[in-house]
């Protein structure tokens, strides 16, 4: 089954941004990992003392309209900065708690996120998408 274009924008704008419905949170968290977790959960998350998910506003400022099936966010993601060098951060995800397994989404992101010493962790505009083919 197939997807009209405008029906998918307004799925995608249904889940994140400032029309989103009331089954999905006010605020999401994202998270940086090591290792992908499956579509069950898991996964590597964190791996330095400061590390915490980053909480974002679920509304269009972070979220815009998506437009041609995608959906981006438009702030970076911003990390506690991290004490010691840590492996590359590859993966990223949405949860909907600051620390439950309640994972929405996840995806490779396109250039890892170096996690070293005293130098700010974020995930750049536009590095997180989420598309309807």
Do not use: C
Not at 34 to 57: C, K, N
Not at 69 to 74: D, S, W
Not at 77 to 87: A, G, K, L, N, Q
């Amino acid at each position: 089954m197939s997807t009209f274009d405008y029906s998918a924008d307004d799925i995608l704008d249904a889940q994140f941004g400032s029309s989103h419905s009331s089954q999905f949170p006010s605020t999401y968290y994202g998270a940086l990992l090591t290792a992908a977790p499956t579509d069950a959960g898991g996964g590597t998350e964190g791996g330095y003392p400061e590390y915490a998910r980053s909480a974002v506003t679920n509304i269009d400022a972070n979220f815009p309209p998506a437009s041609g099936r995608e959906k981006t966010h438009a702030n970076p993601i911003v990390f506690p900065t991290p004490s010691i060098d840590t492996p590359d951060f590859t993966v990223f995800a949405w949860y909907r708690h600051v620390t439950a397994d309640q994972g929405l989404s996840w995806m490779y992101l396109p250039v890892p996120v170096s996690a070293l010493a005293g130098k700010q962790l974020f995930v750049p505009v536009g590095a997180w998408t989420r598309s309807i083919p």
